[in-house]
Structure formats: C-alpha cells, structure tokens
C-alpha cells in the first residue's frame, strides 16, 4: 500500500512541567521549566511525536516552522534545513545562555534546537508508516540498551517559599554526605553504575571532597564533574591533578576553547565539552588544538539524529571520544536519545540524562532504567504514546503562567531564595 507521508498538520503545544531545585553555577531550576511538543500528522493520519525547549525565542521559531510543513513529506528530512526560516537573533546573544548552559547562542542553533524536534517528529511518523523503530531508519541500532549516568545535582529539599513547585522525596544534598546519599537512592531507583556531578555550586574544594566521598562510597565507578566553566585554567588543572586517579573526565571546567586547551595541556584527565564545541563551526579550533577529548552530542541543539550521527564520525576522524548531554527533558526525547545513542558506534561513555528529577511526563508509560540503561525499542517509531490528558494539564499550567516561567532562568529563581543573586563572573574560582 502506497501510503500518503505528506503533513496536514502540524501541533506545537507548549508545556511547563515541574522540576526541583537543582542547582548550577548559574542559579538554581526553576519550579517549573517550559518544553515544547511537536507533533505532526500525515495524511494518512500517522501523528509522529518531537520535543524541544519551549521558551518564547524556540516556540516563535517553531510555530514558523510549522506554518512551512504543511505539505512536506515525513521522509524529506533533509529539506528540513533547507526551510527558509527567518529567527530573529535579539535575545540570542552570543554567549554562554541565562539558562541553560550549553554554550554559544546564536540565530543558527536556536534555528537547529527547533528543527530537531520536527526532525524527530518525521522520522517518529516515517516509522510508524514503515513499521521500524526509528534506529532502523538511521541505519540500525548497535547495542540493545543504552547506559545513562546518574545525574546528581546539589540540590534543596524543595523550592524556597513563596516559589512554588512540586515536592519530591530526594531531600537536599549540600554537602559530600548528601551527595552521597544522593547517589546512593540514584542506585536503588534506577541501577545506575556511574556517576556525574554537577560543580560549580560550591568553592572547588567542597566538590573535590564530594568526588573523593562518591570514589570511596563507589570504588571504581566512572565519575564526572562539571562545573559548567566557573573555574581558571589554574583552578581547573589543580582539580584535575586532585582527582586525577578516580575522574572518567572532567567537563567544561574552564570556558571556551582557548582555555580548555590550555587545561588540556596541563593533565592526562579527559576533558568533555557541552560548552566550548556546541556547533560544527567550532569543531575545527576545538580539536586541532587538543582543546577537548569528549564532545557530549546533544540532538536537541545539534539539530536532529541525523546530525548527532555525523557529529560522532566527524569526532571518531579526528579521535575524539562521544558521550551525551542532557537538559530538564522528557520521555519523547528520552527515546529519541536512546534510538540515536544505539546507533553511534564511538559512544564508549554513559550518557547524560535529567529524566529522573522528572516526576511529570506526557506519556502514557513512562520509560524505566533497568540497571542504569534504557532498552531500544523496537516498535515503530519511537515506540511511545501521547498522554493527551497530561499534556493538556501540563499545557493549561504554561497557559495560566503570567509569563514568569515561560523563560528558562537559574538567576531569577535563584534570587527568590537569595535577593541579590546575579550570575557569578568566569572564573568564579
Ligand atoms: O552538562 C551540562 O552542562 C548540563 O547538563 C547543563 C544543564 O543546564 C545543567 O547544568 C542543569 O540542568 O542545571
Ligand atoms: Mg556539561
């Protein structure tokens, strides 16, 4: 049977879901963070399912996008980019975004970060048309499950008073016993084997003793520390000579390029990047100076599955290793990640994930780690469904917003707890 992949419809629906005080050098998360659900039906009536960030500057762009779709087939991914889409570049400065922390900001990548969710939604569509998992469309999977990294965050309780939000039972971890404790429940909830903190909260010092608690609580597991860039080439490689005999790697400890290179040359440890190497154009300078040793792929900012595929055989041509970054996410991206994942043959590391710090999602099954991994399905398309109830609560909390949590913003929701609170200069330490 010939079937019609031609769109006639295209639905974005933007959602806030509930996300608890995690904390980063930037700020701490807000109580509630926007996503965008895109889904696109065929003609057929075949609805495939995307997610992206969902603040103002991607939803604006999307819903142009969108308007272009109607009548573009699911299977024309590559004319995806070619769509000739205007994006406003105010409020995209180039820089290290309010929220975020994944780099350079500029009209291209917010253009990219859109289009991988439509990207995504096609190819979720193409395969319930063709009956294949998506892995099969982007040439085959080659593992059955995919490793995730516990994610630990310093983190409070719950969101000061006044801010809102969802409590959860995880408690606060403030300090190495708690993060500690932390990771331990990582364990028993989800059977994660390794581990990567997130830094930059606290004086280098305080997260070099919370590395070494995590080393002696779990001997031999790969642990990471990130402190998103807050520290000074100096800084960073003191860190790196401490914890040179328990780190996987060490990400972004220092901003951009010309710094990480320099760190680089001063320790063996792997330095990883979601920072300094976000783009194709800053490949180049990155590698050919020995700048960086892991690249964390990202489909959502790379521009689609298909991208984060030539991304890792551009990082295996120049030696390079991938791993995977992550942002506050949900189920639909999960499974694209964990398709996409399957399919990378260079990916030798655990990849990123938030989805545990989500009690919200809008999916009628949520998707389980057994033993710290997600198995790749095999049913077409993404192999996930659409909660349409959960979706519109979700969608009716973003609607009743007054705006204040439409936007991704550490700093603001941080100065709820602490007045004064603004994004600390780099280095911070
Ligand atoms: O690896 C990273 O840099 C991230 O995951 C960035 C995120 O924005 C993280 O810092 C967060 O969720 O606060
Ligand atoms: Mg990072």
């Given at each position: 049977m010939t079937r019609d992949l031609a769109l006639a419809e295209v639905r974005l629906t933007p959602i806030l879901v509930a996300d608890p005080p995690l904390l980063n050098t930037q700020g701490v998360h807000q109580p509630y963070t926007p996503r965008l659900i895109v889904e696109v039906v065929t003609a057929d009536g075949i609805t495939g399912l995307g997610e992206t960030y969902g603040d103002t500057r991607y939803l604006e762009v999307a819903r142009r996008l969108a308007d272009r779709?109607?009548?573009?087939?699911?299977?024309d991914l590559n004319a995806l980019h070619a769509l000739d889409v205007p994006v406003a570049a105010?409020?995209?400065?180039?820089?290290?975004?309010?929220?975020?922390?994944?780099g350079v900001q500029n009209a291209g990548k917010l253009l990219l970060s859109v289009v991988s969710a439509f990207e995504v939604a096609c190819l979720d569509a193409l395969g319930k048309a063709l009956g294949l998992p998506v892995h099969a469309l982007l040439g085959?999977?080659?593992?059955?499950s995919v490793e995730y990294s516990a994610y630990l965050f310093y983190r409070w309780?719950?969101?000061?008073?006044?801010?809102g939000g969802e409590r959860d039972d995880w408690g606060a971890a403030l300090d190495p016993a708690g993060v500690v404790a932390q990771a331990r429940a990582f364990v028993a909830r989800h059977g994660f084997t390794s581990f990567k903190l997130k830094g930059g909260v606290f004086p280098p010092d305080e997260e070099i003793a919370a590395v070494r608690a995590l080393a002696e609580a779990f001997p031999g597991r790969p642990l990471r520390l990130d402190p998103?860039?807050?520290?000074s080439v100096a800084t960073s490689a003191r860190v790196a000579r401490e914890l040179a005999d328990v780190l996987e790697y060490l990400e972004d400890?220092?901003?951009g390029t010309p710094a990480m290179a320099e760190v680089a040359a001063r320790t063996g440890v792997p330095l990883a990047t979601n920072?300094?190497?976000?783009?194709?154009?800053?490949?180049e300078e990155a590698f050919t100076r020995g700048a960086v040793q892991v690249v964390l792929c990202d489909h959502h900012y790379w521009g689609g599955l298909r991208n984060t595929q030539h991304l890792a055989a551009l990082c295996a041509a120049f030696g390079v290793g991938v791993s995977m970054h992550s942002n506050t996410h949900l189920g639909i991206s999960l499974a694209a990640m964990t398709q996409v994942a399957s399919t990378?043959?260079?990916?030798?590391h655990a990849c990123d994930t938030h989805?545990?710090?989500?009690?919200?999602?809008?999916?009628t099954e949520r998707l389980v780690f057994d033993g710290g991994r997600v198995a790749v399905g095999?049913?077409?398309?993404?192999?996930v469904a659409l909660d349409r109830d959960e979706l519109a609560r979700l969608h009716r909390r973003w609607l009743d917003d007054?705006?204040?949590?439409?936007e991704r913003d550490d700093a603001a929701a941080m100065r709820v707890a602490e007045p004064g609170w603004a994004v600390p200069a780099t280095p911070r330490w």
């Open positions: 779709l109607v009548g573009h087939r699911v299977s105010d409020g995209v400065a180039d820089g290290v975004g309010a929220g975020g922390l994944r085959g999977k080659l593992r059955d309780a719950a969101h000061p008073e006044g801010a998103n860039g807050a520290w400890p220092a901003l920072m300094c190497v976000t783009t194709f154009a800053e490949i990378l043959p260079g990916l030798h989805y545990p710090w989500q009690s919200e999602d809008v999916l095999d049913a077409p398309g993404l192999g007054d705006g204040a949590l439409r």
